[in-house]
């Protein structure tokens, strides 16, 4: 069986892409090394993938259907994981342009290449962000998310919907997937528990958006690679929503002390202003994938911000 993934040299996707060349699928991978973060942050994860001779890598822009013409072209692929996007919920109100263009647009060029090439199931990484700021919770798949107050989330709730119409008027098979506040080894350097932990490292204060009060639903890699792989396999599959969170939200105060511990080191903590586009809180109601495919996630804050932590500072030291 063969998988493209789309971002898949990044954090999640090059988990994803371990994992699925372990249990002896083929993997294409498209990435685009866009500058957001280090390239060579993503040309290490490749290395990594490239010790598996079932892997392939394509260099090449979403925007850009001549690519996907290209491996469909080239390869028998029976499913595709979109996670490449342009990610950041306070760079997209910097670019909600070039957001639209890279999230939107490239979704759709996805859909259309995939609809000529007949590829039958698609697997959309959607955000938790398109809940909004709203009050209710836990999260589930059935709440209005119809305010979205960051383009980002915008264009995630935008893709949902594309999928859905080619779900309808073609056939696709959709899961879109709700992710929330993936964190992990490799985790990118921009998220809030990777670039704590270097500030922390050069004996700098972290910024702390708010008063520590939000609520985040931290998920760890693994609990997220297993949850899509359930989602990959399961039959059948017509047009779903799922969120693949943790289920168990804490504060950003709590989810600092966690990583002190895991650190050994006391954060200097240096108080801002909230941010627009970030949300109060995020708590996903995981009782759908649960009671559809069995998804319990299974690592707890403080063992994954450990492990986070054993990677970090073997990563820093070169070992």
């Not at 390869?75 to 957001?99: F, T, W």
Request: with cysteine; aromatic share 10%; net charge negative.
């Amino acid at each position: 069986m063969t998988i493209l993934v789309t971002g898949g040299a990044g954090f999640i996707g090059s988990h994803l892409c371990e994992s699925l060349l372990r249990d002896s699928y083929h993997v294409v991978v498209l990435d685009n090394f866009d500058p957001f973060y280090d390239p060579a942050i993503k040309q290490e994860n490749l290395r990594l993938l490239s010790e598996y001779p079932a892997f392939r890598f394509i260099e090449g822009d979403i925007r850009d259907q001549q690519v996907f013409h290209q491996i469909f072209t080239n390869h028998s692929v029976d499913a595709v994981i979109h996670l490449a996007a342009k990610a950041g919920v306070r760079p997209s109100i910097q670019e909600p342009a070039l957001y639209f263009d890279v999230n939107v647009n490239g979704t759709l060029q996805l859909l259309e290449a995939m609809r000529k090439a007949g590829v039958p199931r698609l697997l959309f990484a959607s955000s938790s962000s398109v809940y909004g700021n709203q009050e209710k919770t836990p999260f589930s798949e059935t709440d209005d998310v119809s305010h979205p107050i960051s383009p980002y989330a915008s264009t995630k709730r935008t893709g949902e919907l594309m999928c859905y119409t080619y779900h309808h008027l073609y056939g696709l098979e959709v899961a879109c997937l709700r992710l929330f506040t993936v964190y992990g080894p490799r985790q990118r350097p921009d998220l809030a528990i990777h670039k704590f932990a270097h500030l922390a490292l050069a004996g700098k204060p972290i910024p702390l958006y708010g008063d520590g009060s939000t609520r985040r639903d931290y998920s760890y890699v693994t609990d997220t690679v297993n949850g899509i792989r359930q989602v990959l396999d399961l039959q059948p599959l017509q047009y779903e929503i799922f969120n693949l969170g943790g289920g168990t939200p804490v504060t950003l105060i709590e989810m600092v002390r966690a990583l002190e511990k895991a650190l050994g080191h006391q954060l200097e903590i240096d108080f801002q202003d909230k941010q627009p586009g970030d949300v109060d809180q995020t708590f996903a109601d995981v009782a759908k994938a649960r009671s559809v495919f069995g998804y319990q996630p299974a690592v707890s804050l403080e063992e994954g911000v450990q492990s986070f932590s054993d990677w970090f500072f073997s990563s820093a030291t070169g070992r």
